[in-house]
């Protein structure tokens, strides 16, 4: 019980603590203060507690698959969210540069209260599905403990490391974000693929002799990028298409106002020299 613990917080803490990092992360480079975390945190526990006291009614839904499909719109949901907040990168109007901030703000604490409320929800059920058991309370108790420590380091390890990178490569923080959105969109096609939704013939391979998906190191791929060891060909292609279309909004828009700026100190440059003119003839 102690390593499917330490595994279950690997599968659904430990994207949590990814995303709360990266997304802070973003936030603080913009002088956001961690306010909104904080509510989005209390909100999202709410959340949890109320999925899980509905799980059960939700499962039953479209014969017996509304769990799933609720699942898996909430991730299609935070992956569209993800592409919201990279488009406000960047703005450097200053009338637009309250309505930027405040994009960025609400759409981290959906982020957050989504993903927090779903993994959370998994979470709690696995609690109350052990701690009933006998003998199980100080196990499950001791890893808790190192589940916490665990992905806690691991938090605090990437936040460093971001702004270690940041010195070399400027979005890096928005690229990690951008992989973990489309790892999301691999969770949703994963759930459609249970519920036949999607096909779940034709594996394009399988790589759970190099890296098990349900072993710790495959949950640390999942958590950041998604990994999945027996892709289909739509999920392969869904994945690239979600990565190439974030990856070019996040550049594009970089790009073109990054252009702006240079016209307007170009510009600002241009009427400097001419007052510099006016006043030596005056």
Avoid at 178 to 200: E, H, V
């Amino acid at each position: 019980m102690l390593i499917n613990t330490i595994i279950l917080f690997f599968r659904d803490a430990l994207p949590i603590f990814v995303l709360s990092t990266i997304l802070l992360s973003i936030l603080q480079r913009k002088g956001i203060t961690h306010h909104w975390y904080y509510f989005a945190v209390l909100t999202s526990i709410g959340l949890s507690l109320v999925l899980l006291n509905t799980v059960g009614e939700l499962s039953h839904l479209l014969d017996d698959t509304g769990r799933e499909w609720f699942y898996a719109s909430c991730y299609i949901f935070c992956y569209a969210v993800s592409l919201l907040l990279l488009s406000q990168q960047d703005k450097l109007d200053s009338q637009n540069i309250v309505k930027s901030l405040t994009i960025l703000r609400l759409c981290a604490g959906v982020l957050v209260v989504t993903v927090m409320a779903l993994n959370g929800a998994n979470f709690l059920i696995y609690l109350t599905g052990f701690w009933s058991q006998n003998n199980a309370s100080d196990v499950l108790i001791t890893g808790v403990v190192l589940g916490i420590g665990i992905c806690v380091s691991i938090a605090v390890l990437l936040y460093f490391f971001m702004a270690f990178i940041d010195n070399y490569f400027r979005m890096f923080r928005e690229t990690m974000l951008i992989f973990f959105s489309a790892g999301l969109l691999m969770k949703a096609t994963n759930l459609l693929i249970q519920i036949d939704a999607f096909p779940s013939n034709n594996f394009l391979w399988d790589s759970n002799h190099v890296i098990l998906e349900d072993s710790e190191v495959g949950q640390l791929l999942t958590a950041f990028f998604g990994y999945d060891a027996t892709p289909t060909l739509l999920q392969l292609a869904l994945y690239i298409l979600a990565i190439v279309m974030a990856l070019s909004l996040l550049y594009v828009r970089t790009s073109f106002f990054s252009d702006i700026q240079n016209k307007r100190q170009n510009q600002n440059q241009i009427k400097n020299k001419k007052l510099a003119k006016h006043k030596e003839t005056v």
